[in-house]
């Protein structure tokens, strides 16, 4: 883990359409808002807001792209990888640090 997390994080919120998908478009107005609009410097992805125990893998995989895309490395990203799954979270950690 870096050395040099500092500043504000906050945990960022995922959207899902009626059908229980991610909202790719609103994931993304909502990462630059928190970043352009509130002037955090960093978010905390797939974490503590809840939404991570109702993603699969690939949803999963889906909110870390599109939240960096988004913040376009502008910012530092805490991804969440915890999972039941052992396997799952080695998965996601080598998806999130790649």
């Known amino acids: ?5 500092k500043g504000l994080y906050a945990a960022l919120l995922v959207p899902f359409d009626e059908d229980g998908q991610v909202k790719e478009k609103g994931l993304a107005q909502i990462a630059q808002n928190a970043i352009e ?8 992805v797939n974490g503590s807001s809840g939404e991570n125990f109702l993603l699969n ?3 999963k995989k889906q909110v870390f792209k599109v939240a960096k ?3 376009n490395e ?6 969440q990888v915890g999972s039941l799954d ?13």
């Open 57 to 59: 893998k690939e949803q």
């Open 69 to 71: 895309e988004a913040v």
């Open 86 to 98: 052992l396997n799952e979270a080695i998965e996601l950690g080598k998806y999130a640090t790649d």
């Open 1 to 5: 883990m870096e050395e040099n997390l």
């Open 37 to 44: 609009t509130e002037g955090l410097d960093g978010l905390y």
């Open 74 to 79: 502008n910012v530092k990203l805490i991804a």
